[in-house]
């Protein structure tokens, strides 16, 4: 199978617009337990296809023990406010306190292509808001202010120069 790997700010392919998932079949079995074995080994709590070169809309959730697969998610309702720290795989290194909404409705569907709607709280739905925006080309430092936007930038854009001396010694 395709070799993915993590793609980071600022890689193009994460503002992409992404199509919808429409073949329910083994190989979006397979592209499902290869998303969740990449999150698992980088230690992630979620992944969005677009984070691995994919303009998919699909995302993998791994928190308290349970598995989600989410296949064409859509937040249909929200409720109050929460402020939380969050990252970002595509992000290494960056933190920032983001605003979400408490409490989400959101619908999906199931490997076999059957709705599932779930009402998660808290962390969960704050993981689902940070996923659904991935596929949306929304990202975490447009959640931030101009001025630590700006900073994130330039860490990242410092990170890769060093990545390429790296490689040319
Ligand atoms: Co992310």
Do not use: W
């Not at 993915?4 to 199509?19: A, G, K």
């Not at 998610?73 to 595509?90: A, K, N, Q, R």
């Amino acid at each position: 199978m395709h070799n993915y790997s993590i793609r980071v700010y600022p890689d193009p392919v994460l503002r992409n617009e992404t199509l919808p998932v429409d073949r329910f079949d083994h190989e979006l079995a397979d592209l499902l337990s290869k998303m969740e074995e990449i999150m698992i080994a980088n230690d992630g709590v979620g992944l969005a296809a677009p984070q691995i070169g994919l303009s998919l809309r699909l995302a993998v959730i791994f928190y308290e023990g349970k598995m989600y697969h989410l296949i064409n998610p859509e937040i249909i309702e929200s409720e109050g406010e929460d402020v939380m720290e969050e990252g970002c795989l595509s992000f290494p290194g960056i933190y920032g306190k983001i605003h979400r909404p408490l409490k989400i409705t959101v619908r999906f569907q199931d490997e076999e292509g059957r709705e599932t709607i779930l009402k998660p709280e808290g962390f969960l739905a704050r993981a689902f808001c940070h996923e659904i925006d991935h596929l949306n080309g929304k990202l975490l430092i447009d959640h931030f202010s101009p001025m630590k936007k700006n900073l994130a930038r330039k860490k990242l854009q410092r990170r890769q120069k060093e990545q390429e001396l790296d490689r040319d010694e």
